[in-house]
């Protein structure tokens, strides 16, 4: 994995809980009666009970619980900042991000109670952090699709488009003294080719290729939108 992330993936077995409901009804008392002539009341009806999603706060909470118990009293729990989410869905998953008391850079996906995929960089602020604006790739995120996590250093992103169209980011947090600011995108696949980054800086804004990779179903290339 690039920049020395070193990376830890649990895997166990997954129990999944089906809620049945109770049909109402006579039980096992005896009928005279024909059974066509059995009174409605007294049929099975399947039941329409149904495993609640959860919601996002929930996810946010259970999740974020899972990162801080898999990493207590280990070098790479997260620093006094505590993990920063990058996004969490309602089907139970969700991606975090967070820097270790040493200044490394850390990330996992949680499904659940379950952390499935953690990566921790190897030397504090690496890639290292620039003295004037700079990009810089961190990793890939498997939480929900298939994502990228990257960082501005000295600058911000404002917007994302994947051949002129827009592309949600995420603004995750900041890292080293506020000077590096996290951010993420998420596809639902694969994706190859460029993003284009908008980028402000002061009173100033710019515009960046952001490379994704160079295999997948999906591509983008760094354009901006086609104007009517």
Known sequence: MRYGLRVTVAATAMTAVVLTGCAGGDGGKASAA???SASPSSSASPSSSAPRRPTRAEVVDRT???VVKSTAF???APGPAGPMLIEAWTNGTAAWAWETGDHRFCHASVDGD???QRACATHPNDPPVSKGR???SLDTLFAHGWGRVFAADHQEVTAV???GRPVKVLRVGTMAKGVRTLYAVFFPDYTKGEVLLTLRHGTTTSRVPFFLGE?????CTATSAARA
């Open 34 to 36: 024909p059974p066509s």
């Open 64 to 66: 974020r619980a899972a």
């Open 74 to 76: 280990q070098p790479d």
């Open 114 to 116: 379950m952390v499935f």
């Open 134 to 136: 700079q990009i810089r």
């Open 161 to 163: 488009s994947c051949s």
């Open 215 to 219: 295999a997948g179903d999906l591509s």
